[in-house]
């Protein structure tokens, strides 16, 4: 085997690890909807409540994930992917196991404090290790496996049947169990790591010292994708990961079963999806027409969904695409709108606002259900959290024009300077 077919071998090694790692923090971070009902049925936990159990996932990570961008730029992919996927098993078990809400909750700020910067380090370990060499596929073939694990965690009312039936409990122990083969995963590729750097990619930069002006140097381009981060980001997950079980079963009268296979055909979709989507981009070469497209369809959907009698699967279509298309598109493009050894900073720039973005959607989607009192009883209870989801997504998707006509401007610019100098 040649040096460059060794390289290539170990960097869809490193591929493979980093996936099977995502796949169990995706499960962890979406197991708190599938029981959610269980959680009010039987512990009486409020929906500010259960929006809180997700919310304080991501509010640490309003300060702490620049400070983890800073990290995976100074201590490197592979350490920080390892010492966060062990913040993030404890903090599972932790949730798992606690006889409160209040340790619950303690339990997912752990998560959260870890999740965020392991997230970080995956995708520098993909930009890392692949750099120009098929970087939107890899990415999104590496999103697709965690995606699996989001699935996986939708149709676990049906997979694992017994578990629920036994209670709240059982399905956040699996969680657990998930996450402790996530860390598994990652000291295997951080003892890969340690080997023969042949593999890398050879845009891989040594990093750099940060200084806090170095944020002062992105340009218009990356602050309208940070934008769009935000506010895709808020509506999806908080929607997708924390009410929307609720909301087919109160809404449309989905039994839990049903309602959460009917969330899972979203992430089913984005497996395959998403790294085709990945692979087409990296064909074409113009990422901002597809992250328009994608960034357009979200608000299109939940309008379908929340004010005509359509099929619940014309809506999940609709989001499993954007699903699919806005992550494959957005996270290689910023490795192109910021300098190498800038990646981890601009990327924990970008989670700075977006951890804000989900935790306080889902506190006030929470808060409005409680005030409207929405329930299976109450249905039109819901109307004003997805009025909410519905704003924020089209904002978003008005910053996706935006980049996409700052990029068009950016390049009549460049052919304008090429054919000066010609």
């Known amino acids: 085997m040649t040096a460059q077919a060794h390289g290539r071998t170990t960097a869809w090694l490193v591929g493979a690890l980093v996936a099977a790692a995502l796949f169990g923090n995706y499960y962890v971070y979406d197991s708190i909807g599938p029981v959610a009902d269980a959680l009010q049925q039987q512990r009486g936990f409020s929906d500010t409540q259960i929006g809180l159990l997700n919310a304080i996932y991501n509010l640490p990570n309003v300060v702490l994930i620049l400070v983890g961008g800073i990290l995976v730029d100074r201590f490197g992919a592979a350490r920080m992917t390892l010492w966060t996927a062990a913040v993030c098993a404890a903090g599972a078990a932790l949730t798992a196991f606690s006889p409160g809400f209040e340790g619950m ?69 699996i969680a657990a169990a998930i996450a402790a083969t996530s860390l598994a995963a990652s000291a295997l590729y951080w003892w890969l790591d340690r080997g023969p750097r042949a593999a890398r990619a050879p845009a891989a930069a040594t990093a750099e010292r940060f200084h806090p002006r170095d944020l002062l140097h992105f340009g218009r381009a990356y602050w309208y994708l940070l934008a769009l981060c935000v506010l895709w980001y808020s509506v999806i997950l908080a929607f997708r990961s924390t009410f929307s079980i609720k909301y087919f079963q109160h809404v449309h009268g989905l039994d839990l079963a049903a309602a959460g296979e009917m969330n899972s055909y979203v992430f089913l979709a984005a497996v395959f999806a998403t790294p085709a989507f990945g692979w087409l981009c990296d064909r074409v070469g113009r990422y901002a027409p597809f992250l328009a497209f994608g960034a357009l369809l979200l608000p299109i959907a939940l309008a379908v969904m929340a004010l005509t009698d359509w099929s619940l699967w014309v809506s999940t279509a609709l989001i499993g695409v954007s699903f699919s298309l806005v992550p ?80 068009g401007r950016r390049h ?8 000066a100098a010609a």
Not at 121 to 149: E, H, N
Not at 351 to 358: D, E, L, M, S, Y
Not at 412 to 419: D, G, K, N
């Open 105 to 173: 909750a303690a339990g997912r700020l752990l998560f959260g404090i870890g999740a965020e910067t392991f997230a970080i380090a995956t995708l520098a370990a993909i930009a890392d290790y692949f750099g120009g060499r098929s970087l939107a596929f890899a990415m999104g073939l590496s999103l697709a496996v965690g995606r699996l694990g989001s699935y996986g965690a939708d149709m676990s009312p049906t997979w694992f049947a017994s578990a629920y039936a036994a209670g709240w409990q059982p399905p956040l122990e």
């Open 328 to 407: 494959a598109v957005m996270w290689p493009l910023t490795s192109r709108l910021v300098a190498p050894q800038r990646f981890g900073s601009a990327i924990g720039l970008m989670w700075v606002v977006q951890n804000a973005g989900i935790g306080g959607a889902n506190l006030l989607a929470g808060w409005l259900n409680d005030r409207a009192s929405a329930s299976a009883q109450n249905p039109g209870g819901y109307d004003a959290m997805m009025a909410l989801f519905g704003t924020a997504s089209t904002l978003g998707a008005v910053c996706a024009l935006l980049l996409w006509w700052s990029a």
């Open 412 to 419: 009549q610019e460049q052919a304008a300077s090429a054919r």
